[in-house]
Structure formats: C-alpha cells, structure tokens
C-alpha cells in the first residue's frame, strides 16, 4: 500500500510568482484536502475535493485553487505568491464514506514553499 | 464553530515520566477528536481518535486519551515516555457532515535523559 506523496519538497519563489504543488493520494482513497502550515502553527484547512469537485473551503482568498483528478490525485495553485504565503503545505487523503462519518485524513510529507 | 485549545506550547519531561498533554475543544456538535504527531521536517501521523466509540481511546506507541464530555477535553497520556517521543504533537477536531479538520496551535514535547 502506497502512502500519501507529495512534490516538490522544497520551493523556492519570489512575490508575485504562480506555484503548483501536487499529491498523489494513498491507495483506494478518494477525497483529497490540502492544509497550509505556518512556521509554529498548526495547519490551516485550505479546501477538500471529492470526485473531482471542491467539497468545502476554509478562509483562504480565491488565489488558492486546486484540482483533482480522475485517479484522485490532486494539485494546489497559488497566484500572485505573497511573503506571508511561506509555509508547509500538507496534502491529505481519505476515503469518504457518506452518512456523515468522519473519515480519517492520512497525510503527506508536505512542501515547504519559501517565498522571498 | 469548532474550535481546539491546546494548553502549553513546550512540555518537557523526563525519560521515563508521565507525558500529559492537555487539549480543550469547543464543538456544537458531538465532535471527532485526533491527535497527531509530527517529527521535525514531516508530515503529519496519525496517533489516535475518538470517534463516540469509547471515551478511552488507545493510539499507537503507548499513547491513549480520553474523552470528557463534561470538561470538552481530549487529553493525551502515556505512562512512560521514551527519547522518541520528542515531537510537536496536535490535536484536531471535526464534526459530523464537515470534512476539514481544526487544529490547535501545537504542544513540543521535550524528553530529558
């Protein structure tokens, strides 16, 4: 069984630049959330995607948007890169099984991006 | 809303020592409570979870906690704590129907020989 993977593991970027970031999720699962780590915080829910559609959203402005595709991999974009944009960026995945039920969210080794 | 306290930023124990880290959430809603834990430049692993089974859940590598409905808290315990357990520890949570998970600032656990 596969885990969750994500690349690159390092970027680096300046202001105003676009950056994609993408995660291959673990074996049989199908929902992708993506989750932004500032230096000594916990991680920011960003957005979920499900069969291939955003499934919720948390406070990040429209210049955070992602993909997810048919074998439910997934890819995040950020335009117009900002300083404050500098974290590690998790990618986990789960397997959504209706009614309600919280399924457990297994994540990836992130991507510190650095923005200068 | 939900929303997850975690009360200490550092706790530094002794190898061998009780290891108690303490997590407060606010849910209006019965919640799912996870601990996680993150080794220095990784991702995050899953510890544990509570999810209305039982309020004593036990995790991996000897951690459990405990669901207090009363006090909203989920603290996480381990009788004796070893050299490899130094690591920033998080503990979330999630409601029914809502995918994302809410997380707390973070709690460094330190182990002194």
């Known amino acids: 069984e596969t885990g969750v993977t994500q690349s690159p593991t390092h970027l680096i970027k300046t202001r105003g630049q676009q950056v994609t970031l993408r995660c291959s999720s673990q074996?049989?699962?199908?929902?992708v959330s993506w989750y932004q780590q500032a230096l000594g915080q916990g991680p920011q829910f960003i957005f979920q995607?499900?069969?291939?559609?955003?499934?919720g959203r948390g406070n990040f402005p429209p210049r955070f948007s992602g993909l997810q595709f048919p074998n439910y991999s997934s890819e995040l974009n950020v335009n117009a890169l900002e300083l404050d944009d500098s974290a590690l960026y998790l990618c986990?995945?789960?397997?959504?099984?209706?009614?309600?039920?919280?399924?457990?969210?297994?994540f990836g080794p992130g991507t510190r991006l650095l923005v200068l | 809303a939900q929303s997850v306290t975690q009360l200490g930023s550092h706790v530094s124990v002794s190898e061998g020592a009780l290891v108690l880290l303490r997590c407060n959430y606010s849910?209006?809603?019965?919640?799912?409570l996870f601990w996680y834990v993150q080794y220095p430049n990784q991702g995050l692993q899953l510890l544990l979870k509570?999810?209305?089974?039982?309020?004593l859940v036990k995790g991996i590598n000897g951690f459990e906690a405990e669901f207090k409905k009363s006090e909203t808290s989920f603290h996480l315990t381990k009788p004796s704590a070893h050299m490899s357990d130094a690591a920033e520890y998080f503990c979330?949570?999630?409601?029914?129907?809502?995918?994302?998970?809410?997380f707390g600032s973070g709690t460094r656990l330190q182990v002194q020989p």
């Open positions: 986990a995945s789960s397997l959504a099984q209706g009614g309600g039920h919280q399924e457990t969210q297994y």
């Open positions: 074996s049989g699962h199908n929902t």
């Open positions: 995607y499900y069969r291939e559609e955003e499934n």
């Open positions: 849910s209006s809603v019965p919640p799912y």
């Open positions: 509570y999810t209305s089974a039982a309020t």
């Open positions: 979330a949570v999630s409601e029914t129907g809502r995918r994302a998970l809410t």
